[in-house]
């Protein structure tokens, strides 16, 4: 159980377009689902954090009219990158957690999204 | 503001005991976390503690110590596959995850 899909795996994208990254929880619903940033040989830096029907907090640094966090249900998370550009290029992972979760087992991954900009 | 630190690298041998030490500090803290990434991949899901003490699953414990802001995980028995990035992560009092600086551990024959 406790299963976390994301699409597409990689995706290529021109500078000024923008792309859409999918997050679902497959068997489990996820009221809370957080989104990471990871930069080549660095750490997981949190983006912004949704519940399902409000709007995402955003960390401090993460411009929130670039990076639109959609949470429409509570199996579905996404994340649009707008007028992506080279610098935009990371690993995007999405986590969900479930109903009533609190310990820091609870927390489950998805097997996060590549993205290059050219 | 939060930050966890890590060593950034570590290197051991096949077999032998390898321990990874991460602190942190933390606006509100619930407990510390710990998880393997392999090159490429998601992070995986070690271990977690909530209370002071250590937490042992199969070759791998962690130990944490609030008073100290301290934790650190074991890996025993190490492994060529065990080469991988480790991450603590701080379940703060907002209820996210922080990750800290992690470690790049390289197991040798």
């Known amino acids: 159980g406790a299963v976390v899909s994301q699409h597409p795996s990689w995706v290529i994208c021109k500078s000024g377009t923008s792309v859409k990254i999918e997050c679902r929880s497959l068997?489990?619903?996820?009221?809370?689902m957080f989104w990471y940033r990871q930069f080549p040989k660095q750490s997981l830096m949190l983006m912004a954090t949704?519940?399902?029907?409000?709007?995402?907090?955003?960390e401090q640094g993460v411009e929130k009219d670039k990076f639109l966090i959609n949470h429409a249900s509570l199996t579905l998370s996404t994340l649009t990158v707008t007028s992506a550009h080279p610098e935009d290029s990371s690993f995007y992972i999405c986590?969900?957690?479930?109903?009533?979760?609190?310990?820091?087992?609870?927390?489950?991954f998805g097997p996060g999204t590549r993205l290059t900009v050219t | 503001g939060q930050s966890l630190e890590q060593p950034s690298e570590v290197t051991a041998v096949e077999g032998a005991i390898v321990q990874i030490n991460c602190t942190y500090q933390?606006?509100?803290?619930?407990?510390l976390s710990w998880y393997q990434q392999h090159d490429g991949g998601a992070p995986t899901f070690l271990s977690y503690n909530a209370l002071d003490g250590l937490e042992e699953t199969g070759r791998f414990s962690s130990f944490l110590s609030r008073s100290d802001s301290y934790g650190y995980l074991l890996l025993q028995e190490l492994q060529m596959k065990d080469s991988a990035s480790y991450f603590c992560a701080a379940l703060t009092g907002a209820n996210n995850l922080f990750f800290g600086t992690g470690t790049r551990l390289t197991v040798i024959p």
């Open positions: 986590s969900a957690r479930g109903l009533g979760a609190r310990g820091g087992d609870e927390q489950y």
């Open positions: 949704s519940n399902e029907g409000s709007k995402a907090t955003y």
């Open positions: 933390t606006s509100g803290f619930y407990g």
């Open positions: 068997d489990f619903q996820a009221t809370t």
